[in-house]
Antibody
Framework: EVQLVETGGGLVQPGKSLKLTCATS????????MHWVRQSPEKRLEWIAR??????????DYVESVKGRFTISRDDSKSSVYLQMNSLKEEDTATYYC???????WGQGTLVTVSS | DIQMTQSPSFLSASVGDRVTINCKAS??????LNWYQQKLGEAPKRLIY???NLQTGIPSRFSGSGSGTDYTLTISSLQPEDFATYFC?????????FGGGTKLELK
């Protein structure tokens, strides 16, 4: 059974940092391209980042709104993908999902609230 | 970036009705269009991939069609468990973009 479990969300002040983790199992993580998608409180979905696999040099892509602030990374030995979020803004408040394969497989999401 | 315009935003229907939801892309997305269903408190669930391919385990009352810039999700006969929010996603080019969603409510 495919599982993706996001952790690391919480309440953080504007300008601060947070790191999300997505631990996975049940599929061949090392060859999977992994994505982060977020959903605002108004329920709008936004794809924010993707990391390819080793054979594609772990290439990354980001949506413009997070470029230079967010970094996606992965550890194939732990079947995990990460999202380092710096210089957080109130508009980054959302539920963050990791997803893959299609994307058909999604985690349950982790809520990030940016507020003073 | 490719803009995805989804319509309608809200849809009121009854059990047994046939409903259609539309997504229009701002440019050709070459059939790289998925449909998702989301229920309150849950992650999106993929129903259809690449325009018209039914995800394993999804009932055949769900179907997709389209090409170029215009795509449609059809539910042939609504069941009580189908009342949810539906999203389209284009994955033809980065950044991937979603439609704004259609909330399907019981009339």
């Amino acid at each position: 059974e495919v599982q993706l479990v996001e952790t690391g969300g919480g309440l953080v002040q504007p300008g601060k940092s947070l790191k999300l983790t997505c631990a996975t199992s049940g599929f061949t993580f090392s060859t999977a391209w992994m994505h982060w998608v977020r959903q605002s409180p108004e329920k709008r979905l936004e794809w924010i980042a993707r990391i390819k696999d080793k054979s594609n040099n772990y290439a990354t892509d980001y949506v413009e709104s997070v470029k230079g602030r967010f970094t996606i990374s992965r550890d194939d030995s732990k079947s995990s993908v990460y999202l380092q979020m710096n210089s957080l803004k109130e508009e980054d408040t959302a539920t963050y999902y990791c997803t893959t394969v299609g994307p058909a497989y999604w985690g349950q999401g982790t809520l990030v609230t940016v507020s003073s | 970036d490719i803009q995805m315009t989804q319509s309608p935003s809200f849809l009121s229907a009854s059990v047994g009705d046939r409903v259609t939801i539309n997504c229009k892309a701002s440019q050709n997305i070459n059939k790289y269009l998925n449909w998702y269903q989301q229920k309150l408190g849950e992650a999106p669930k993929r129903l259809i991939y690449n325009t018209n391919n039914l995800q394993t385990g999804i009932p055949s009352r769900f179907s997709g069609s389209g090409s170029g810039t215009d795509y449609t999700l059809t539910i042939s006969s609504l069941q009580p468990e189908d009342f949810a929010t539906y999203f389209c996603l284009q994955h033809n080019s980065f950044p991937w973009t979603f439609g704004g969603g259609t909330k399907l409510e019981l009339k």
